[in-house]
């Protein structure tokens, strides 16, 4: 169960009205790595975790974190559209191309549709997808996943605080930077504990016997030159303790040559050489089915 207080958890308060950078700020908010997106994630391994319960506590305490985040955006939006001149900027944008093709303009949706309030879409106007979200029941899978989006969100959330220089705006977004620093630090934590306890490939419970291990821990150029080889990944001990990285220079096809099959009659496609097309009196599935 939620419960909801008036306050936001961290100030959400405009210097001035600018419908371009509510546009912007759409980004962090319905994009593919905006908050509803790790809001989303967050609560559903959380509701689906069958782990231990500290790591279940934990994901829905960062989840519904998350939904005060969203609300923090999507006030922000709104307030940044309030009395917002935008026919101003628009005429200020048509003045400069290079301005007018960075900035796009204001987003029209925002007084057709939303009536001066936030959209769960992106920057652009595409709509906020499910697809976005991982919950694959493997908290080290999902853990992993959860970091990346935390630093996606974090790199994004920084330039867009180097857009903008309304004190207002740049306060919030400086809260969520912070809490992006923690966020990444709570899921490398997290990595770490989970690793301490299982192999570090995912998943570690699969006999690594089925695998093909004679390629497990080679590094295959499959590029013009070489730099690739003085990486970590290249040589030395794999990162999972199991075995040794190797360089392989040049890396041999180890498959067959494929050849398939021609296509059956009724698919109509590419005639073999030298072969006589079928009676095109009629379709070839209908006379099969009417011998059958």
């Given amino acids: 169960m939620f419960t ?3 306050e936001l958890q961290y100030n959400a308060k405009p210097t001035r009205p600018d419908p371009v950078y509510a546009k912007k700020l759409q980004e962090i908010l319905g994009g593919q790595f905006g908050e509803i997106t790790v809001m989303m994630q967050y609560l559903f391994q959380g509701w689906n975790c069958r782990a231990e319960q500290k790591y279940k506590d934990m994901l829905l305490d960062i989840g519904t974190e998350e939904i005060a985040h969203v609300e923090m955006i999507a006030t922000m939006i709104a307030q940044l559209l309030d009395g917002a001149p935008a026919k101003e900027q628009e005429e200020a944008a048509v003045k400069n191309p290079a301005v007018e093709a960075v900035l796009g303009g204001m987003n029209p949706q925002h007084v057709i549709v939303s009536g001066l309030g936030a959209t769960p879409t992106d920057s652009v106007g595409y709509p906020w997808n499910s697809r976005y979200t991982i919950a694959s029941g493997n908290l080290l899978a999902d853990f992993r996943a959860n970091l990346n989006a935390e630093s996606q969100g974090r790199l994004q959330v920084v330039r867009l605080y180097e857009s903008t220089t309304d004190p207002g705006v740049r306060d919030m977004l400086s809260f969520l930077i912070a809490r992006d620093t923690m966020h990444q630090n709570q899921w490398m934590a997290a990595i770490e504990e989970l690793e301490a306890n299982q192999k ?10 089925l695998e093909k291990q004679d390629v497990s821990y080679s590094f295959m ?3 013009e030159g070489e730099e690739s080889s003085n990486g970590r990944w290249a040589k030395g001990k794999s990162m999972d303790g199991q075995g040794s990285f190797e360089y392989v220079s040049k890396p041999e096809a180890m498959g067959q040559n494929p050849q398939l099959q021609p296509a059956p009659a ?3 496609g590419t005639v073999p050489p030298d072969t006589i097309p079928p009676e095109t009196g009629q379709a070839n599935f209908q006379s099969q089915s009417d011998n059958t």
Wanted: aromatic residues 16%.
């Fill in 266 to 268: 009724y698919i109509h």
């Fill in 200 to 209: 570090a490939i995912v998943p570690s419970t699969f006999p690594q016997k």
């Fill in 4 to 6: 909801h207080i008036k």
């Fill in 221 to 223: 150029n499959f590029s």
